[in-house]
Structures are given as C-alpha cells and as structure tokens.
Nanobody, 117 residues
Framework: QVQLVESGGGLVQAGGSLRLSCVAS????????MGWYRQAPGKQRELVAD???????NYADSVKGRFTISRDNTKNTVYLQMNNLKPEDTAVYYC???????????WGQGTQVTVSS
C-alpha cells in the first residue's frame, strides 16, 4: 500500500507561480513513475507531467516550457514547479505513483490550483 500526500496548491494571479509537492509513503519500491495529473470542472483527468525513478520526464504540450517536474528519491517526493500560470491551468491537481514492474497505481487526494485572470 502507498499513501500520497500533496501540498502547495492555492490561488494565484495569472503569470504567477506555484510549487506542488507530493510525498509518498509505504511500499513505493525503487522502480516507479511519479506524476501529476489535473482535472478541471466538466473535463477528464489529464496528464500534466511525469518522471521515472531514473529521471526521464514527460510533459503535456500545454505546459511545456512553463512547468518543471522533479523528484527526490531519498525523500520519496515529487515536485511540480509551475511558472507563468494561466487561467486555463485552474484544476484539481492529483499526484500519482505507478509501477508496471510491481503492479501498483495510486492517487493522492488532490490539491486545488486556481489561477485568476
């Protein structure tokens, strides 16, 4: 079992920045992918960015050049630095950890990000 606890969401004006953090605890194992997804009202949950345990990253086209994902394996923590935020970035952001090698996929409870115009 894995528990994910997110923090760092909030209200920010367009053009501002926020940093999300997610700490994983439990049986995370060494080979996994941690990532951030978001879901806006009336829309499907979508991938924002993810990062493998050896550092490979993947970003949605809509956030490339503005968001940066990183992780600290010693702390089982993944971060999402969000710069130049836009109103369309408003959503609930969910942390995710998955591993096909060990067969698990867990979600955090979500943190609200609101960008005002």
């Amino acid at each position: 079992q894995v528990q994910l606890v997110e923090s760092g969401g909030g209200l920010v004006q367009a053009g501002g920045s926020l940093r999300l953090s997610c700490v994983a605890s439990g049986s995370t194992f060494s080979r996994n992918v941690m990532g951030w997804y978001r879901q806006a009202p009336g829309k499907q949950r979508e991938l924002v960015a993810d990062i493998s345990s050896n550092g490979y990253t993947n970003y949605a086209d809509s956030v490339k050049g503005r968001f940066t994902i990183s992780r600290d394996n010693t702390k089982n923590t993944v971060y999402l630095q969000m710069n130049n935020l836009k109103p369309e970035d408003t959503a609930v952001y969910y942390c995710n950890i998955r591993s096909t090698a060990y067969g698990f996929n867990y979600w955090g409870q979500g943190t609200q990000v609101t960008v005002s115009s």
